[in-house]
Structure formats: C-alpha cells, structure tokens
C-alpha cells in the first residue's frame, strides 16, 4: 500500500499533491459530485479538459422535462445545485402534463446555455474547499483494489481517498456527420484518450454509446410566421425548494413549434446509404428514447410529420436549437433536409448537426453506492454508467459525491430505493438491469410514481439531506414546519362541514358540479374530480393564508387518499424484501434448488438484498423463493 511518505518514491521529477476527493469530469455529474464532497468537508479536485466546459450543455439547451423534471427536484431536495442554477438562468418555464394527474406533472425550464456554465463555474469557483483544473486524467492508480489517487498527462499524481469517475461524452470520444469524422468531445472540445486503457487495465467492462445532437440556425434567418409560438407558463414555478416563488417571475422568451414533412422524410430516405447510422462507420449504440430524424423516418414509416421545436440558446445569442432533428447525415444533406421544413427554408446553419461516440462502463460493476464493487473508494456518476441526460448525470453525480464523503468519514453510505425516489428508481435499474443502450428516465419506469410525486420531493429528502450534512438547519426546520402546517390544514379540511347553501350551490354549477342534497364536508368536495382545493376558496370562510406549495399538497393529499394509501401497502411489501440482506459472501454455486441461470446472473450481479435480486432479469419469482429459504436456514 503506498503511503504519503513515499511521494517522493512515485515521480522524482513530477508534481505531487494530496486531496480527500478527486473527481474527473465537471459535466453535470461532476459539478454535483465536486459540489457534495466539498461541503461534506471534504478537500476535493475536479479536473476538466477545458475550464471552459464547466456544466456545459452540448446539446438541448433545457433543464427538466418528463421524469427529468422529477430528478432535478430531488436532487435539490438532497442539497445539490441543478435547481438553484437554473432557477437563475432560465428562460422560458413550463409544468409539462397539467392535464394529467399529479404524478406525471414536470417541470421544464429553458436554459440561457451560456449563463447556465457561468453560473455554475461561479459556484464552484467559491465553495470552500474545492479545487478546479484544467488537466486530462489518464491514469488511475490502484493498489490492492482500493484507488489511491490518479495521474495527469503532464505526469502529475495526485492522491485521493475516493476518486469519482465522471467523464461524460469525453473518452475517446468521435464526433460524425457524413463521411466527417472528429475525434474530439462535444462542440470540438478536446477529447480524454487515454484513462480507457487504465479503466480495462483495473478490470472494468466498457461499453460504446453513442448521442446525437441536431443543428443549430441563425434565427434571423427564421420565418416564424410558420410556425406555432410556445409560451412559457403564467404563473412560473421554481425548481429549488429554496428559491422565493417571486424572484422567478419573469419576462419569457418564446419557444416555437413546426413540423418535418414528406418531402423532408423523402431527403432523408433517399440518402440513407450516406448516414454513418446505416452505413456501419458509428459503432455505438445510440438511445431508444431520444432517436435521430434518420431513425425516426425509418422506424415510424407511417408517420407524415414528426414536430419540430426551434428553442432559443441564450438571450444574447442568435443561435437556436432544432429539437427534434438530430442528425449524422452528410453537411449538404442537411442541408437540404432543414431547408425542407416550414418556416427554415432560408435558414443559415451555424453548427452542423453530429453523432458522438464515447467510452462509457456497464454499470452493473457498481453497487446502489455507485461505488464499483472491485476497487474500494472508486465511484462513478453520470453518462459514464450508460445513461442519458443532463439530469440523470447530476443525480448520479450528487450520489457518487455524498458516498465519496461519507466513505471517508467511515459513515453508512446512502442508497435510495425504489419507493423513496427516481433518483432510486435511475441507479437501481442501472445496477441491477441489462442495459444495451443509453438509459433515459421516464414516469413509467418509477412503480410507486404517484408517492414520488415532484411536488414532494422536498417532503421525501430533505431530511436525508440534512442527515447527510448538505441541508442546513434553518432548511430542515422549514421543512418541518411546512409538514406541520400541510397535516393541520388537511385536519381542519377534514372537519369543515359545508352546508346545501346557496352560494355553494352557485360553485358548483360554475365548475359543472353535482348539486348537493345535504351538507357534506370540504374534503368530500375536493375528492370531486372537477374540484380542488384552491377553486372551493370562495365558500371557505375560516381558511388559513397559506404558501401555494402547502395548498396544493393538501389538495393532492386529500383528493388522491385511496390510492396513495394502496400505494403505501405495497411499499410495505417491497420494503420486507428490500430488508432481506443477501450476505457478501454468499456462493450461489452452493445452492443446489437454483437455475443454472439464475446462479450466473446473480453470481454476474452479486445483489445486496432479496428485492434487488427480484429485479435483476433471468431470477425468477421461484428462484427467489428458493434463495428466501437458503437464507432462512443459513
């Protein structure tokens, strides 16, 4: 093992140094990750290609969306950053799925993508205890299969406790469109080409994974008289539980909607043989969730348009993103393809659309610690486990950072679990699931969605994360004090007898509402589907002046009661399975009543508990069983 004291013995000639954390990447993961150890304590490093690059977006200029939205809500509830960065440089807001139920309610912010890096560069730049360089890691240093620290190409060591792994898009990474092939990172920053070979050298699987981003066009050169202006919400919300409501009310930019037509889908057709996609020169898998115009014109063929949403980059900047028209196809091909559709038929492209290639690992190495299971103090978060999105790396990150911390303060390291988050639901199904593609978070992959709602994020985690040490004091007692409030309002709701009267009569019929025959009580009529909390204020004469964010989780509470009581009885289900520890050194080889099948996979996964192992696909419900009563007589 090697000690301090032998620095000198590690390179004579080369910088030396000593940290508690190192973190390798300062993408969203990484910010998260670097953020999280520092304000645990912990003298932390996060090294990056390019200071430049700090929270960059590469590609949709926007926080949020579907299930993502979810994310970065818990991610603020535990204490990280995304929230409170974007709450200060959107620019256009919207809660996505309003005339659903709550469950599947998100929010989605549009970011000023230059405003977004800086704001995060500053946050980072003046958090005690952090340190940023400008280097590329090629080396990790290991011994006895714990991680001791990294090296630089400049030939620099640096010692380190915990490292965390979160390179992005970076390793050895390939941008392409056409025959054009760059080997550099996003937006043709320079690319990490050489930890690949140290990561397989220490025995950890890799996988290649492949993006996509589409053009971006001068919007000057735009006919948005073609086109469906999209605005932003009335009343905005904000993503931070710490953010004032009223500081985030402010002047939107307009987003805008068009359409791809036959002719485009014709363009594309045609010249398929010329897309690296189909002709074999990208390698990488690409996401289901989040394909090119190329696979959407072949895989949806009946399809006669595909939507189109021409997004801003920033207030100080023409140019604008193409969502929905991710491409690899040849320059003069997208050329004509974006020329095609309405409203761009003189439009100027200032970046040509591009694939990108890039090293990521099979997560199953990694437990629900994100802490790889072979080498003690490594950790990984981000695109680098094989998922997707600027949020699901942020989740990651702020994980592989607090359990980096905790590791050293020889603390129990923190896992969610399925019914306590998607920030569960997200690791869980990347430790535990084949993934043969870039994992992308959605509502549906969450079993217990409507409990893990993103208007109670704050009332889920806020108390771990003050556990954990990133919420502060005067948070947590807000917290309990907005619980206390939320229960004694739903008590006295519970309790409000409202009579047949006339005026309630009047309400009624306004929102087309059964007339009542006998007086009943407020809750009763916020359990009506047409009603809520906030519409039977005008026949509730002693109601309390409370915050929105109170009212609206009294209503939800109230009105959703049955099925969140069921959802609580499966819970309870899941969690007895969940607190069934599988011993570590258990030998599956040893149990005779279990498939062959079964014994590789959980051989392959090595689980940490019976529910985990329930999930881990070729275990069967009587493998499970069989494993129960080994346990048992264990």
């Known amino acids: ?76 509830a535990l204490g990280g950053e995304m929230g409170k960065n974007i709450d200060k440089t959107f ?12 469950a599947v309610h998100s929010l989605r912010a549009q970011a000023d993508k230059s405003a977004y890096s800086r704001e995060m560069r500053k946050t980072l730049e003046n958090t005690d205890h952090l340190t940023i360089k400008q280097a590329e890691v090629t080396e990790l240093l290991v011994e006895e299969k714990r991680i001791i620290g990294v090296k630089t190409y400049s030939g620099a060591t640096y010692l380190a406790k915990s490292v965390v792994l979160c390179t992005g898009t970076y390793l050895k990474a390939r941008c392409i469109y056409g025959d054009v092939s760059n080997y550099t990172g996003p937006n043709g920053l320079q690319a990490a080409n050489y930890l690949t070979d140290s990561l397989k050298k220490n025995g950890i699987e890799m996988f290649r994974f492949k993006t996509g981003t589409p053009a971006r066009i001068d919007k000057r050169t735009i006919d948005f008289s073609k086109m469906q202006e999209q605005f932003g919400d009335e009343k905005i919300v904000p993503f931070s539980f710490s953010t004032d409501p009223e500081s985030v009310q402010i002047k939107q930019e307009s987003c805008w909607l068009t359409y ?19 002709s074999g020169m990208i390698e990488g898998t690409g996401p289901r969730y989040c394909p090119s115009i190329e696979d959407k014109v072949v895989k949806f063929a009946d399809k006669d348009r595909h939507q189109v949403f021409i997004e801003p980059e920033g207030l100080y900047t023409n140019e604008m993103y193409v969502g929905g028209m991710s491409s690899s196809l040849p320059e003069d091909v997208q050329h004509e393809m974006y020329h095609s559709v309405a409203g761009l038929e003189h439009a100027k492209i200032v970046r040509n659309a591009y694939a990108i290639e890039y090293d990521c690992i099979n997560p199953r190495q990694l437990n629900a610690t994100l802490e790889f299971k072979k080498i003690k103090g490594l950790f990984s978060g981000g695109q680098f486990n094989g998922s997707s999105g600027y949020e699901e790396a942020a989740a990651q990150g702020l994980i592989a950072g607090i359990n980096a911390a905790l590791s050293i303060k020889g603390k129990d390291l923190l896992i969610l679990d399925r019914s306590e988050a998607y920030i569960g639901v997200l690791i869980d199904d990347l430790v535990t699931k084949e993934n043969h593609e870039p994992y992308r978070m ?49 008590k006295r709701v519970e309790h409000t007898n409202i009579g047949a009267n006339k005026p309630v009569q009047d309400l009624l019929e306004q929102y087309g509402s059964t007339p009542l025959k006998n007086g009943t009580t407020l809750a009763e009529l916020i359990r009506r589907p047409e009603l809520d909390y906030e519409v ?99």
């Open 91 to 102: 620019i256009q807001s919207k809660m996505l799925n309003k005339s659903k139920g709550p």
């Open 260 to 278: 791809t037509n036959e002719k485009t889908h014709d363009i594309i057709r045609k010249n398929l043989d010329r897309s690296p996609l189909y």
């Open 442 to 490: 959605m509502t549906s992959r969450a079993e217990y969605r409507l409990l893990l709602r993103q208007d109670n994020a704050d009332l889920r985690l806020r108390k771990k994360g003050y556990e954990v040490g990133l919420i502060s004091e005067e948070q947590y007692q807000a917290l309990l004090l907005k619980k206390k409030l939320i229960e004694e309002e739903i």
């Open 1 to 76: 093992m090697l000690r301090r004291n032998d620095e000198m013995e590690i390179e004579m000639n080369h910088l030396v140094e000593n940290y508690d954390v190192v973190v390798i990447g300062a993408g969203h993961a990484g910010c998260e990750a670097a953020l999280a150890a520092a304000r645990l304590g912990m003298e932390t490093i996060v090294f990056t290609v390019s200071v430049e690059s700090i929270a960059l977006m590469p590609c949709n200029p926007n926080v949020g969306g579907t299930s993502k939205g979810h994310l970065v809500r818990e991610i603020d």
């Open 536 to 634: 039977l204020a005008p026949i509730d004469n002693n109601r309390p002046n409370l915050s929105y964010d109170i009212q609206e989780q009294v209503s939800i509470n109230i009105k959703y009661e049955g099925y969140i009581k069921r959802q609580l009885k499966q819970v309870e289900q899941f969690k007895k399975l969940e607190q069934k520890k599988i011993p570590e050194d258990i030998n599956y080889e040893n149990i005779g009543s279990l498939r062959i099948e079964a014994k590789q996979k959980l051989e392959l996964y090595r689980p940490m508990n019976i529910g985990q192992a329930s999930r881990i696909s070729g275990v069967s419900p009587a493998d499970v069983s069989v494993l129960l009563v080994y346990l048992e007589h264990r």
